[in-house]
């Protein structure tokens, strides 16, 4: 009678147990992946800066798209040395939103001084300045990841912004 009464008591404490429901196959983990809303989020807002970039193309025909992935307008083209990488160049400079409104500028802060290829100041310019030579006068769209990207700069860059950047390169 003894291994009767064990084998109940083992039946009995099995049917105390309960397993949790299964859930169907097509029902996963609803909780949301927080690297993949960054990555969404992060493609949402260059979607929109690229947005805002063609629809101001689309009124300013006059710019060329390059291979770097920024655009550009020769207002006058320099009669000067090609600039050179390590080479220091004096330039006179407007940073704007594309809506138009000024950021900074020579105008207010004075003439800027950068040496081509250091990085003194924004990753556009170092590439654009190579394809200029001293004198020119350009123009230039300038995507915010050539810029100042997601942290912007001050209360006019915002995140995302991508800059219209007036230049010219000043011969010596």
């Known amino acids: 009678m003894k291994p009767i009464a064990l084998i ?13 429901a299964q859930l169907p196959a097509n029902k996963g983990d609803n909780t949301p992946n927080p690297t993949q809303q960054l990555l969404d989020y992060n493609k949402a807002c260059l979607e ?61 802060e004075g003439s800027k001084t950068i040496t081509v290829g250091k990085r003194e100041w924004l990753q556009g ?6 394809t200029l030579t001293l004198g020119s006068e350009v123009v230039v769209i300038i995507p915010s990841r050539m810029a100042y990207g997601l942290r912007g700069k001050d209360n006019c860059i915002t995140s995302y912004c991508p800059l219209l950047c007036r230049l010219q390169l000043k011969e010596e």
């Open 125 to 130: 310019i170092d590439i654009i300045l190579p």
């Open 48 to 108: 929109a800066e690229m947005n805002e970039i063609q629809a101001f193309l689309a009124t300013n025909t006059q710019f060329k798209a390059t291979q770097e992935g920024y655009w550009i307008q020769v207002v006058q083209a320099g009669k000067g040395k090609t600039i050179q990488p390590m080479q220091t160049v004096k330039l006179n400079y407007s940073v704007e939103r594309l809506d138009g409104s000024v950021c900074y500028s020579s105008a207010t």
């Open 8 to 20: 109940v008591l083992l039946l009995a404490c099995m049917a105390c147990v309960r397993k949790s």
